[in-house]
């Protein structure tokens, strides 16, 4: 474990020196994710002059809302920091065949294919998340109690890991398929699912939709499970989606790490 | 190519036509997979509607009034459905970082000597990109608007129809001509994708391919009585997006119709003129680096 800490640091502090390297290059990025969130914001904004509320009696009020949709941001800048890059790269390596050289080195594959690229730029809109959520959270009527601070980084890390191993599911399918560019615009149209409250999902379509998306494929637990336990209070209901979302964390990590391990022993050299 | 096809010489005439009927064959089948790829990829392109209309729901069921600038929930739902549609027409992928490219590693030289006119070529083979991705895209746009037709107020009167059909007609040609333009800038600044995302970020806001512009309508601008509503009116974005959805919810109607579809080819006029200047002055100023 101190080993692959070690090398990540000398993959993310490489990383950074491209970063810097290229420094216009590098702001430029980081307004680039700033104007998208600041448009979604903005928008966010206009719905709230119409309405007092996302869904009646569902107590996402403004405030709680944009401290939902700053832990969002939190979450998806971590997970675009990360993971994304590298999970990018993957499609153009089981193709060119410079998968074969990730395999042969005396590193765990998954570790080496989903984490040896960094991209700090991302990063630039979870600090904005971090600043929107204190300014949300000042805003409460009620502030969070100190156990749902406690719980909160525990739920940001579980939401990063269940993306994480959504991630990872894509990168095997990938492997197996050898090309598949729309299973990436599917992640991208799937995490969409999890930008907005879960209550929003209700009636004859959003019930079952609901359902799926929280026991199926648990992408409603990621930002709904942590922004409900900051911005909303404790009740008995929320203290099981915290410990589901801790058990999907978990199961999710360890399933995908399966397939994952599955698909590479199948994987034939492509080329080269 | 002959040297490959064709078939020894002693075998009849027909076994040529026979491989070249199986080179057909082929291509078609070819294309036949590329086009499930793509007409799938056309159906999750309505996904994120999906979150929109839950969202947009919520918000209705949460608020006392029975709609938002105009528009109950169906509306709003046919109106982000028929900007689906709208985009269909307008947005150009890839045309300017397309036009920037061929600037930055010279391929655009070949159009300097060549006696065809860069921008009728561009035109042309965008209508032809246009018409194979409709003929691909037809059937799960015909699908989903065919689920939610409930969502759809009853069909318009037939003037209403040749309008919408005008605004998506000349939404292509503004399109076209804002990314061509947008493009030519390459000669200028060589790498335009940063200019590319802003063009695509005012875009995105002002078109109404977020949400309807008249939502706007009660926000100040900062311009004593003038709402932003009225600044997003005076640009031509929302020509690729907003308006022909407008047009077919009948949120624009009789003299006011006819004038903004006549402002609407002014823009296009307009952004007709800006891609000739930019390409004239442009190639002037080229001095043809690269390959």
């Known amino acids: ?272 | 190519m002959n040297a490959v096809v064709d078939p020894p010489a002693a075998a009849p005439k027909l076994a040529g036509l026979r491989i070249w009927w199986t080179m057909l064959a082929i291509s078609i089948e070819e294309r036949l997979v590329y086009r499930g790829d793509f007409a799938l990829g056309t159906l999750m392109r309505f996904l994120p509607i999906v979150t929109q209309v839950f969202l947009w729901t919520a918000v209705f069921s949460a608020t006392s009034r029975g709609d938002i600038a105009g528009y109950d929930r169906n509306d709003i739902v046919a109106y982000y459905l028929l900007t689906m549609l709208s985009r269909a027409f307008s947005s150009m992928p890839g045309l300017a970082t397309g036009i920037a490219r061929s600037i930055r590693d010279g391929s655009i030289k070949k159009f300097l000597v060549q006696p065809v006119n860069y921008v009728s070529f561009l035109l042309a083979s965008r209508v032809a990109h246009k018409l194979v991705y409709y003929a691909v895209a037809a059937a799960p746009f015909a699908a989903v608007f065919f689920l939610c037709r409930s969502f759809f107020p009853p069909l318009p009167e037939a003037s209403t129809v040749v309008a919408f059909l005008v605004s998506l007609l000349l939404s292509f040609l503004l399109g076209f001509f804002l990314e061509t333009t947008l493009g030519m800038l390459g000669f200028w600044f060589l790498e335009v994708s940063s200019l590319v995302f802003g063009y695509m970020l005012v875009q995105y806001l002002l078109s109404g391919h977020m949400f309807p512009i008249d939502m706007l309508a009660g926000i100040p601008s900062g311009i004593p009585g003038t709402s932003l509503a009225d600044v997003v009116a005076w640009l031509p974005f929302q020509y690729t997006a907003y308006f022909p959805a407008a047009v077919w919810l009948g949120k624009v109607e009789g003299a006011e119709l006819t004038r903004l579809l006549l402002v609407e080819a002014a823009w296009v006029v307009v952004m007709f003129f800006a891609c000739r200047i930019a390409w004239k002055r442009g190639t002037r100023r080229y001095s043809g680096f690269g390959g």
């Open chain 1, 1 to 272: 474990m101190p080993r692959y800490l070690a090398i990540f640091g000398t993959f993310a502090r490489a990383c950074l020196v491209r970063d810097l390297t290229f420094r216009a290059n590098f702001i430029l990025e980081c307004l680039t994710s700033l104007g998208w969130m600041s448009m979604n914001l903005a928008f966010y904004l206009l719905v709230f002059t119409f309405t007092p509320e996302i869904g009646r009696g569902t107590g996402w009020t403004k405030e709680p809302f944009f401290a939902f949709v700053a832990t969002g941001m939190i979450i998806n800048s971590i997970v675009q920091a990360l993971f994304m890059p590298s999970a990018e790269e993957l499609t153009e390596m089981v193709r060119s065949g410079g998968l074969d050289g990730v395999l042969v080195k005396p590193l765990d594959a998954q570790f080496l294919l989903s984490m040896h690229r960094v991209d700090f730029s991302a990063l630039a809109n979870g600090i904005v998340g971090i600043v929107l959520l204190g300014w949300a959270v000042s805003r409460f009527d009620i502030p969070p109690p100190l156990i749902a601070w406690a719980i909160y980084p525990l739920l940001l890390l579980c939401g990063v890991a269940i993306l994480y191993a959504m991630v990872i599911m894509l990168a095997a399918a990938t492997i197996q398929m050898g090309r598949n560019q729309s299973l990436y615009d599917f992640w991208f149209y799937l995490t969409n699912f999890s930008r907005y409250p879960a209550e929003i999902y209700s009636g004859p379509w959003g019930g079952p939709l609901r359902a799926i998306c929280t026991f199926v494929i648990p992408i409603l637990l990621v930002v709904n499970v942590p922004a409900r336990v900051i911005a909303q209070p404790l009740a008995g209901a929320t203290w099981w989606a915290v410990a589901g979302t801790v058990l999907a964390a978990l199961a999710a990590v360890i399933i995908s790490r399966w397939v994952f391990q599955r698909s590479l022993a199948r994987y034939r050299s492509a080329s080269s």
